[in-house]
């Protein structure tokens, strides 16, 4: 059992900007498994947000090479790790480059209706933006924002939708408070609206329960589904009053198994299941297509931002995605 790492450096179309910054490239890396003949392959989506750094990838390599070579098999590797032998990302893409050719053939007549972002832009880079990404092919558009304009930007990107087309605004946490945030949903067309994600600090818990409170009591005609606060960690009661769903990430979660685990425990406690991703090729985007009858809504438009995808996994027909082509791990052996 051998293990190889390389960086995958990514330029992106555009200037990626949150809430909480921006970037025009993104460093992953491809993490290869290797054992009788057998090669694997899983992508690392560092995110500084959650302590994610080159030098802790670099360390949880080493740590992977000196645990695993005292293994003979993936079940001795498995039963030595615990939940914080490494970050999510890496355990993500090792359980990743364990996948079998036969679970990767599950996905292949697969189709995904994703989303597509729109990063905090310029009020005059919109109409640009909006052609180039052909975001009238898509149901459901995903707004980025913070406190500064919001209200009108989102206004300006309502004119441009077909009467079919719906937002899920992602807040990334930029609202302080309560009051704030209600002052922006009053300044909106809510009905064009299917959810809002994260408008608040993952910290602020009594804040989601206050909001969720007068949602349920009618009060509110929204939805809210919760990103931040989700990462490795089981999901409880508590979340049932904080949202309506929650957004799992393969890098949040520290791989599909866990992940799988996870929406178990969602869907038992009645919440909606979303699956996000980073900005990651569709090496790391093509595992959900695995988990699409177990899910509510897709958010997988991270390796449209990419200039330089090299894996070309993925295919797009309007707003689904889908495997370009039956897929096997022994192809991913070019790059």
């Not at 392959?41 to 500084?48: D, L, Q, R, T």
């Not at 893409?93 to 905090?120: G, H, R």
């Amino acid at each position: 059992m051998k293990f190889f790492l390389k960086e995958l450096p990514l330029n992106l179309k555009v200037d990626w900007k949150i809430s909480r910054g921006s970037s025009r490239q993104k460093l992953n890396y491809i993490l290869f498994h290797e054992q009788e003949g057998f090669l694997g392959m899983g992508e690392i989506a560092p995110n500084s947000y959650y302590g994610d750094s080159p030098q802790k990838v670099q360390k949880d390599f080493e740590k992977l090479n000196l645990i695993s070579s005292n293994c003979k098999n993936i079940d001795d590797l498995f039963s030595q790790l615990n939940d914080n032998t490494f970050t999510n990302s890496f355990m993500s893409a090792l359980v990743q480059s364990f996948i079998s050719k036969s679970d990767l053939e599950n996905a292949n007549n697969v189709k995904c209706q994703t989303s597509q972002s729109i990063p905090i832009l310029d009020f005059s880079e919109f109409e640009k933006f909006f052609k180039q990404f052909n975001l009238k092919d898509f149901t459901y558009i995903k707004v980025k924002i913070d406190k500064n304009n919001s209200a009108e930007f989102v206004n300006l990107v309502e004119t441009f939708l077909a009467t079919h087309q719906k937002l899920r605004i992602d807040a990334n946490e930029s609202f302080l408070n309560l009051n704030e945030f209600l002052e922006f949903t009053q300044k909106i067309n809510l009905s064009k609206v299917q959810f809002f994600e994260q408008p608040f600090s993952a910290k602020n818990k009594q804040t989601y329960i206050d909001l969720f409170t007068r949602v349920k009591s009618n009060q509110l005609p929204m939805k809210i589904i919760l990103d931040e606060n989700i990462t490795h960690q089981a999901i409880t009661e508590d979340y049932q009053n904080m949202a309506h769903g929650v957004n799992f990430k393969f890098s949040k979660s520290g791989g599909i198994k866990n992940l799988t685990h996870q929406i178990q425990q969602a869907k038992k406690l009645g919440l909606e299941v979303m699956i996000g991703c980073m900005i990651e090729t569709s090496l790391g985007i093509s595992q959900a297509l695995l988990l699409n009858e177990s899910v509510d809504y897709f958010d997988l438009d991270g390796f449209f931002f990419i200039e330089n995808e090299p894996f070309k996994l993925l295919s797009t027909q309007q707003d689904k995605i889908y495997l370009s082509q039956p897929f096997s791990q022994t192809q991913l052996s070019v790059y």
